[in-house]
Each structure stands twice: as C-alpha cells, then as structure tokens.
C-alpha cells in the first residue's frame, strides 16, 4: 500500500547527542514536511521540501537540519542545539511541489509519528 | 499564529450528526478550509477541504459560508472512532509556501 513510514516510533536521546528521524513515502510525492507537535498543543512547521535538494525553514528550525537528496526520503536530525527536544514528531507530503498542483490544494498526508524523549 | 478559531471541547451521541464549528473572519480570497483529524498519538488524517463551494465526500460535509467567514464540519452519523481532535485550518496562499498553520482544534468525543 502507498503511505508515509515514520521510524523508529520510539526514540531515547541522551544529552549532547544528535538523534535521526526517519520518513519515507512511497507515493510519489514531490513536497514532504516536518511537524512537531507539544502535548496539548497543535502542529508547528520545522521544514519542509518542495522538491528534490531544496528545502526551507517552517517556524521553529533552530535545532533542527534535513536533507532531501531523494524524492522519497526526508530525514530530520534533532541536534544538540535543540533545548527542548522531547515532543512528537510528524512527517508528512503532498503531490504539490510543483506550482501547477499546489494551486490545485492538494491536501498533505501523515505518517503516524515519532515520539523523541530525553533520556 | 492559526488563523482560526473553535471551541476546545464538544460532545455528540453515538449515530447524531455533529456539526463541528469553525470562524475564520480574516481568510483571503485565495485560502482554503482544510479539515483534518487526529487520534490520539496518531498522524493526523485529511477529512475535506473546500474554497467558497459546500464540499461532501465519503467522510464528511463541508459547509461554507456565503462570506466565507465561518465553515462547519459535518459528520453525519458519529461512532465511537469518530471521537478525536478536529482541527479546521486555513491554508496559506503563495506568499507563505501554502503552509498548514494547526491550533489546538475542537476535541469532539462521541458518546453511546
């Protein structure tokens, strides 16, 4: 079946270690996104991809890096600098990377999350 | 910051239709209304979204109102798995990368 696959969905960081986050999607998606989401709260943007080796800042970056060197893969690292780092991660992607569908509203897809706490 | 607001909490009776409320006053002409749902520590699922037109599908209805000001989400028959967080969310245009911006949604919980 086609879907976003979040891994691992539990993870343990120690202090002062950097901590990879999986996603990969098989649908062929050209955008793909980072979310954190805080206990109570709603989502927060962290990066997201339009396309293949481009990606952009969301509202809370700082703390965080991504790469994008394949169409189905987005991974996000939690670095050191990220204070604050326990929280629930979700990663999600949308057909609309290219300008003709984003205007067409796609509607961006989750995978079912990864949940990071400090050991 | 979201751009809309809905009330914290709702209830509904199991097999009732519930009519989830959402205000939006300062939406753009370019905006949609998304609407998506999340149980608890699960992604978040894509129930419907429409621009100025009512919008039904499988899941659910989207009513819009003539102003665009206020839309409401109908599930019409809930189930106990349709108890979760709703979030109604305006979708930015082309100046903010046409990004989701979630607040803290309505939990809806479905009672029998």
């Known amino acids: 079946d086609g879907g976003i696959t979040q891994s691992p969905k539990y993870l343990f960081r120690k202090e002062g270690q950097n901590v990879t986050l999986s996603c990969e999607q098989n649908?062929?998606?050209?955008?793909m996104y980072w979310y954190r989401q805080d206990p109570g709260q709603g989502l927060r943007l962290i990066y997201y991809?339009?396309?293949?080796?481009?990606?952009q800042k969301g509202d809370i970056a700082e703390g965080y890096s991504v790469s994008r060197e394949k169409k189905e893969s987005f991974p996000l690292t939690v670095t050191s600098a990220q204070k604050n780092p326990t929280a629930f991660y979700l990663c999600?992607?949308?057909?609309?990377?290219?300008?003709?569908?984003?205007?067409?509203?796609?509607?961006?897809?989750f995978g079912d999350g990864t949940r990071l706490s400090i050991l | 910051d979201a751009k809309t607001t809905q009330p914290p909490s709702m209830d509904c009776a199991e097999g009732r239709a519930a009519n989830l409320p959402c205000n939006h006053s300062?939406?753009?002409?370019?905006?949609?209304v998304y609407w998506y749902r999340q149980i608890h520590s699960q992604g978040p699922q894509y129930i419907i979204h429409?621009?100025?037109n009512n919008e039904t599908n499988e899941m659910a209805s989207l009513i819009i109102t003539e102003d665009r000001k206020s839309s409401t989400l109908i599930l019409p028959h809930a189930t106990l798995r349709d108890t979760a967080v709703y979030y109604c969310?305006?979708?930015?245009?082309?100046?903010?990368?046409?990004?989701?911006?979630f607040g803290k949604g309505t939990l809806l919980t479905v009672n029998p």
């Open positions: 991809s339009q396309i293949v080796n481009d990606f």
């Open positions: 999600a992607s949308s057909i609309d990377g290219d300008s003709f569908y984003r205007n067409l509203n796609q509607p961006q897809h």
């Open positions: 429409g621009l100025k």
């Open positions: 969310i305006v979708r930015g245009g082309w100046d903010s990368n046409y990004k989701l911006t």
């Open positions: 300062t939406i753009s002409g370019n905006e949609y």
């Open positions: 649908l062929n998606h050209d955008a």
